[in-house]
C-alpha cells in the first residue's frame, strides 16, 4: 500500500500555507495528524499532488482561555487535549470523547482540527462541538471567518470550508461551572468509529434543568444537533417520562446508514440508548 | 517528483538519507536503515505492529511520512537494549513471563510498553490493557503479554529505588 508521489511542503507561517495552497488549488491538501488522510492516499482514494504539512506552524497548536471563551489550536493532538488541565477542569467532556477515539498511538498524532475538518461523520469531534456551541475559525486567502460547527456539515466530507481555506481553531464558551457531562459510544471494539453515540451537556438549577445541549455522532452522513430532544429537557426535573420524549426526538432526527456497525433501525435504537444513558450521566454529574 | 533529503536521530545515532515524499517512515527504517525490528503488519493504523518511538510519543510508523519525522528523534526496538546486549526491562518481562508467541507483535508491544512506563510507571490492569489497545496479538490472549508489562514496571520501579537511595 504505496500513496501516490506527491511534493511536500512544510510551512513555517499560516500566510505561507495559505499561498501554498492558493497556488495549488485543487491539487492541494493540507496535512494535520495524517490518521485520516494517510490511510485514504495508501488506498489511493485521495492523491493529492501537494501536501502542505502543518506541523511548523506554532500558532496553530495549544490550549486558551480567553474570558469566557476556551481556544484550542486546530493542530492540538487528542493526547494534548486528554491531557490539558484547563480541559479536565473546565470542560472534562472533551477527555472523556477523546479517550474513545481510536488508541494510544493514533492519539498522539490525531488533531482536534483534522478530526472537525474532514467531514468524516464517524469523527467523534464534530458533534461534541455542536452540544458544545463551538465556532470554527477559517484563513484563507480573503482572510478569516469564522462558521458555527452546528451549521458547518452539509454531507459526509463535504463542509462549509472553501477549497483553499485552512481551520485554524475551534472556539467555544466554557461550559457553567457545576454543568453535568456525557459522551456515550457504542463501538464494537477499540479502534471502531461508533455505531451511535450522543454528547450531551446540561445545568441544573434548584432541581430543574436550565439548560442543554445534546449531540449524535455517526447515525446520519453528518453530526446532529438535537435541537428538539435538547428542548424537551429545559424546565424539567428530567423525569423518566420527559428523558423518554427527548430519547424519542433524537431518534427521530436519525438516518444512519445499514452498514457492518447494523441495520439502520438498530442503530437508530442504540442512538437512542446513547442519549439515554448520557442524560442520566450527566444529571448525575451535574451540580 | 523530486527526492527529499531527510535526517534524524534513530536509536542515538543521527541518519540521513534520500526519499521520495511518499516514503513511509517504516519503510524508511527497514529498508534504508536495515533496521526491521518495526514490523509491517496490517499498514492500516490498527495492529501496531510498527510502533516505534518519535519525540516522546508512541506512533504507527505506517502511517506517517519519513518526511513528516525530519529532525526528530526515533527509538526502535533495536535501541532497547544495551550495548553489551543486556536485555532492557521490557525485553526481560517479555522473555521471563512468556508474553509472546511467533513474535511478530513483540517490538511494536516493546515499544508502547517503553512509552506507556515512561508516563504512567505503576499502571493497573486496566491501565495496561487500555494503554496496549493499540496493539494487537493473535496469539496470546494478551494474558501473559499483560504479565510482562508489569514485571517491566516493578523492575524499572526498583531500579529507580535503588538509585535514589
Redesign the interface.
Known amino acids: 500500500?504505496?500513496?501516490?508521489?506527491?511534493?511536500?511542503y512544510?510551512p513555517n507561517s499560516l500566510d505561507e500555507a495559505v499561498k501554498l495552497l492558493a497556488t495549488h488549488g485543487d491539487d492541494a491538501r493540507v496535512?494535520a495528524g495524517?490518521?485520516s488522510l494517510?490511510?485514504m492516499?495508501?488506498l489511493r482514494l485521495a492523491a493529492p499532488e501537494h501536501?502542505v504539512?502543518l506541523?511548523d506552524i506554532a500558532s496553530l497548536t495549544g490550549i486558551s482561555e480567553d474570558g469566557g471563551n476556551i481556544l484550542i489550536g486546530a493542530m492540538t493532538t487528542q493526547?494534548e487535549m486528554i491531557a490539558s488541565k484547563v480541559l479536565s477542569e473546565s470542560c472534562p467532556i472533551i477527555r472523556e470523547t477523546a479517550l474513545l477515539i481510536?488508541?494510544?498511538?493514533?492519539r498522539?498524532?490525531g488533531t482536534l482540527g483534522g478530526n472537525v475538518a474532514n467531514g468524516d461523520p464517524g469523527n467523534d469531534m464534530p458533534a461534541l462541538m455542536q452540544c458544545l456551541g463551538a465556532t470554527y475559525i477559517l484563513q484563507g486567502p480573503d482572510g478569516s471567518r469564522e462558521v458555527a460547527a452546528r451549521s458547518f456539515y452539509e454531507a459526509a466530507y463535504f463542509t462549509e470550508m472553501n477549497d483553499g481555506e485552512i481551520l485554524t481553531a475551534v472556539r467555544f464558551p466554557k461550559p457553567t461551572a457545576g454543568h453535568g457531562y456525557a459522551y456515550k459510544k457504542l463501538k464494537r471494539k477499540?479502534?471502531d468509529y461508533a455505531t451511535a453515540a450522543a454528547a450531551v451537556i446540561l445545568s441544573m438549577k434548584d432541581g430543574n434543568c436550565v439548560s442543554v445541549s445534546i449531540a449524535l455522532t455517526n447515525v446520519a452522513d453528518t453530526p446532529l444537533y438535537a435541537q428538539a430532544a435538547s428542548d424537551a429537557l429545559v424546565g424539567t426535573a428530567i423525569d423518566a417520562a420527559t428523558v423518554d420524549q427527548a430519547v424519542a426526538l433524537a431518534e427521530g432526527i436519525t438516518e444512519p446508514a445499514s452498514d457492518g456497525r447494523g441495520p439502520a433501525e438498530y442503530r437508530t435504537k442504540m442512538a437512542g440508548v446513547m442519549v439515554r444513558r448520557a442524560i442520566q450521566e450527566a444529571r448525575e454529574r451535574a451540580q | 517528483m523530486s527526492k527529499q533529503q531527510v535526517k534524524m536521530t534513530v536509536n542515538g545515532t543521527e541518519v540521513s538519507g534520500e526519499v521520495e515524499g511518499r516514503t513511509l517512515l517504516i519503510h524508511f527504517l527497514r529498508e534504508n536503515l536495515g533496521l526491521t525490528g518495526p514490523h509491517i503488519g496490517c499498514e492500516t493504523s490498527h495492529c501496531g505492529a510498527c510502533t516505534v518511538d518519535l519525540d516522546g510519543r508512541s506512533v504507527k510508523s505506517c502511517t506517517l511520512f519519513a518526511v513528516q519525522a525530519q529532525d526528530s528523534d526515533i527509538t526502535t526496538v533495536e535501541g532497547m537494549a544495551a550495548a553489551d546486549g543486556t536485555l532492557h526491562a521490557i525485553q526481560e518481562g517479555f522473555m521471563q513471563e512468556h508474553g509472546l508467541q511467533c513474535g511478530f507483535c513483540t517490538p511494536g508491544m516493546i515499544m508502547r510498553t517503553h512509552r506507556l512506563l515512561q508516563e504512567n510507571p505503576d499502571p493497573t490492569d486496566e491501565e495496561i490493557r487500555w494503554g496496549i489497545s493499540g496493539n494487537l496479538c493473535r496469539c496470546t490472549g494478551y494474558q501473559n503479554i499483560v504479565k510482562a508489562v508489569r514485571y517491566a514496571a516493578k523492575k524499572l520501579n526498583e531500579t529507580t529505588r535503588e538509585a535514589a537511595e
Open positions: 500500500m504505496i500513496p501516490g508521489d506527491f511534493e511536500y512544510r496535512l495524517g490518521h494517510i490511510p492516499m495508501k501536501l504539512d506541523r493526547s481510536a488508541d494510544p498511538q493514533v498522539y498524532c477499540v479502534g
